[in-house]
């Protein structure tokens, strides 16, 4: 699926529920009970919903893309070390399968280095510099193409970050504009306690909605951001092993 349709029917679907949740569900909730609290925050509700329901969207999408798609089928560690020794014995052919069978950002980036090397290591015609430069090359291009797909929704975590934050707060200050009307409009020196509490409800509502994204928004960017420096430390470290090992064969 394109990223920006990801994107687009998260945020449709997560409008949709939020507004039948706020409009429908918490709507009818009996008076004074915490749900019927929450819907008097008012429709930025709505909104704050919808971001928290993105939120988990995009953490769901980073977990399965990072655990299941980048790391491989089977342990790194074990991977390499079978890769290591097809490639000691000179059994391209077996390295590529296992990099097919392993898949994952590591294996993918191997992968394209050892079937350039495979292609360049018996060509009289260039020399074991050029090969070892060209075999890097192809691993980097491969890098290249990696990268953005273990970074991928890392920037809308720390957009959601920031705009939820920023929502609660207009929150906040639309409900305490409410609850000082409320004290505002005395009428036989009385002030509307009513008004003055959903005021003040729909304020400390918007509040909590906003920090609670915000908190969370900030907690799985730098989770994710150091997961994803761990995968790129391991493919960096697998890679430079994997051309040491081909410096040694060309005579390097």
């Not at 090359?137 to 491969?142: G, L, T």
Request: aromatic letters at 10%; glycine letters at 10%.
């Amino acid at each position: 699926m394109k990223q920006s349709l990801f994107v687009t029917l998260n945020f449709l679907i997560s409008f949709a529920i939020g507004y039948v949740v706020w409009g429908v569900i918490l709507k009818n909730q009996p008076s004074g009970t915490i749900p019927h609290s929450v819907y008097q925050g008012g429709p930025l509700v709505v909104v704050l919903m919808t971001i928290f329901l993105m939120l988990l969207a995009f953490v769901v999408e980073r977990f399965i893309s990072l655990y299941k798609v980048a790391k491989g089928k089977s342990s790194v560690q074990v991977f390499f070390k079978k890769l290591v020794t097809l490639l000691g014995a000179d059994d391209y052919d077996g390295a590529l399968a296992a990099c097919d069978k392993q898949r994952g950002t590591t294996a993918n980036v191997l992968r394209a280095g050892i079937e350039r090397f495979q292609t360049v290591k018996d060509d009289g015609k260039i020399d074991a510099e050029k090969k070892i430069e060209m075999t890097q090359a192809a691993i980097e291009e491969a890098n290249a193409l990696e990268g953005p797909l273990l970074e991928r929704n890392l920037i809308a975590l720390s957009t959601i970050a920031s705009i939820a934050t920023m929502v609660g707060l207009l929150g906040t200050t639309i409900g305490m504009i409410r609850a000082f009307a409320a004290t505002g409009n005395v009428e036989g020196g009385v002030i509307d306690a009513q008004q003055l509490a959903v005021g003040i409800s729909e304020a400390l509502v918007n509040t909590a909605g906003g920090l609670l994204s915000g908190i969370g928004g900030i907690f799985f960017y730098n989770f994710f951001v150091n997961k994803v420096d761990g995968f790129n430390y391991t493919t960096d470290e697998a890679t430079f092993e994997v051309m040491q090992l081909f410096k040694q064969k060309v005579g390097m």
